[in-house]
C-alpha cells in the first residue's frame, strides 16, 4: 500500500509549482540558488571554524552564534539542493514522506533560529547592563542548557505540526503546492479534510513564536536604556557596536518571516513567495558577512585562521 493510502489519500506525492515556469529564468534562478547556498554553506562554516579555533571567542555569546550557524547550514540544505535537483531534472514532483520530512526540519529550524536569537540577546542585556554579573550569571553549564532546551523544544514542536499534517486528507485533484518547498501553510489549504485543528495549533505555535521576539525586544529596550545613560559618546558607541551585529540580523530575519506568517493561509501571495526567499535563503547567507564584517573580533580570528591555514600548506 501507498504512503498516500496508509493516511487515508490517494496522493503519493504533491507537485511544487517552483518560482517561475519560463525556462530561461529557471536557469538563471539555478545558478543563483546554487551560489547562494554555496556561500551560505562556506560563510557559516567559517564561522564555526574560527570560533572553534580562536579561545579569545569561547564565550557564550560566540557559543550561540555557533550553533546559529549550524542551524542556517541545515536550515538551507533543507531546501535549496531539492530545489537545485529538481531544476536540473526537469521535474518538480516531491514525495509524500519527503514533503512531511522536509516541512518538519524547516519549522524545527526555524524555531531554533528565533530561540538562538533571543538567547543572543539575553546574552546581550546582561554583559551590557549587569556586566559586572556577567559571568555569574551566564556560565557554560546555563548555555549548554539552554541549548540542549532550544533543540529539544524545537524538535517536539515540528513534531506535533508534522504529525497533524500527516492526519490530514488531500485528495490528486490538488496536489499543487504553490511554492518551491513544502509549507504547512499551503500544505493545509490544499487538504481535503477538516484543518481546524491544525490551525488551532498553529495559533498557538505563533504564540511560541512570539515569545522570543517579545524577549528580544524587552532586551533591546534595557540595552537602549543602558546605553544612553552612558555619559560619553565613545562609550556608548562602544557599547552599542556589541550588539550591532545581532540587532541586525533580528532586523532581517524577522522583517521577512513576520511579514508572510503572521496572517491567514488564504492570503498567501506570489510577495510573499519572495519574502520567504529572503528568510529561508537570503538571511543564512547575510548572516556571516554580518558577524564578520561588523565584529572586530570575528575579523581577528578569521584573519588568524586563514594566516594558519597558509603556514600548514
Keep these: 500500500m501507498s504512503r ?5 489519500t490517494g496522493v503519493t506525492e504533491f ?3 517552483g518560482l517561475t515556469g519560463d525556462p530561461e529564468q529557471q536557469r538563471i534562478l539555478f545558478w543563483l540558488f546554487l551560489c547562494t547556498y554555496l556561500v551560505t554553506v562556506a560563510g557559516n562554516t567559517l564561522i564555526i571554524l574560527a570560533i572553534g579555533s580562536d ?9 550561540f552564534l555557533t550553533n546559529l550557524s549550524f542551524v542556517d547550514i541545515c536550515f538551507t540544505t533543507n531546501l535549496i539542493p531539492k530545489l537545485l535537483v529538481n531544476h536540473i531534472a526537469g521535474t518538480w514532483t516531491i514525495s509524500y514522506p519527503h514533503c512531511l520530512t522536509q516541512m518538519y526540519f524547516l519549522i524545527s529550524f526555524a524555531n531554533l533560529d528565533t530561540f538562538l536569537l533571543a538567547a543572543m540577546a539575553l546574552d546581550r542585556y546582561v554583559a551590557i547592563c549587569k556586566p559586572l554579573q556577567y559571568y555569574a550569571i551566564i556560565t557554560s553549564q546555563l548555555c549548554r542548557g539552554l541549548t540542549a532546551l532550544m533543540w529539544t523544544c524545537s524538535g517536539l514542536i ?8 500527516n492526519r490530514l486528507t488531500f485528495c490528486s485533484y490538488a496536489r499543487e503546492i504553490s511554492h518551491f518547498y513544502c509549507d504547512a501553510y499551503l500544505l493545509m489549504k490544499i487538504a481535503c479534510s477538516d484543518t481546524r485543528v491544525n490551525r488551532h495549533v498553529f495559533l498557538g505555535a505563533v ?3 512570539v515569545a522570543p521576539s517579545a524577549l528580544i525586544v524587552v532586551s533591546y529596550m534595557c540595552i537602549a536604556a543602558a546605553v544612553l545613560r552612558i555619559p560619553s559618546t565613545p ?25 508572510v506568517y503572521i496572517r491567514p493561509p488564504n492570503s498567501f501571495s506570489a510577495q510573499d513567495t519572495v519574502a520567504t526567499i529572503m528568510y529561508t535563503v537570503v538571511t543564512p547567507m547575510l548572516n556571516p558577512f554580518i558577524y564578520s564584517l561588523r565584529n572586530q573580533d570575528m575579523k581577528k580570528a ?7 591555514s597558509s603556514k600548514s600548506s
Excluded at 4 to 8: I, T
Excluded at 55 to 63: E, S
Excluded at 302 to 308: A, D, E, K, N, P
Design 15 to 17: 507537485l511544487l509549482l
Design 4 to 8: 498516500g493510502k496508509e493516511n487515508g
Design 235 to 259: 562609550g556608548r558607541r562602544k557599547a552599542f557596536s556589541t550588539c550591532s551585529s545581532h540587532l541586525s540580523v533580528v532586523i532581517v530575519f524577522y522583517g521577512t518571516i513576520l511579514g
Design 55 to 63: 579561545p579569545r571567542l569561547h564565550t557564550p555569546m560566540y557559543f
Design 207 to 209: 504564540v511560541l513564536f
Design 158 to 165: 515540528s513534531l506535533v505540526h508534522t504529525l497533524l499534517m
Design 302 to 308: 578569521i584573519g588568524s585562521l586563514f594566516s594558519r
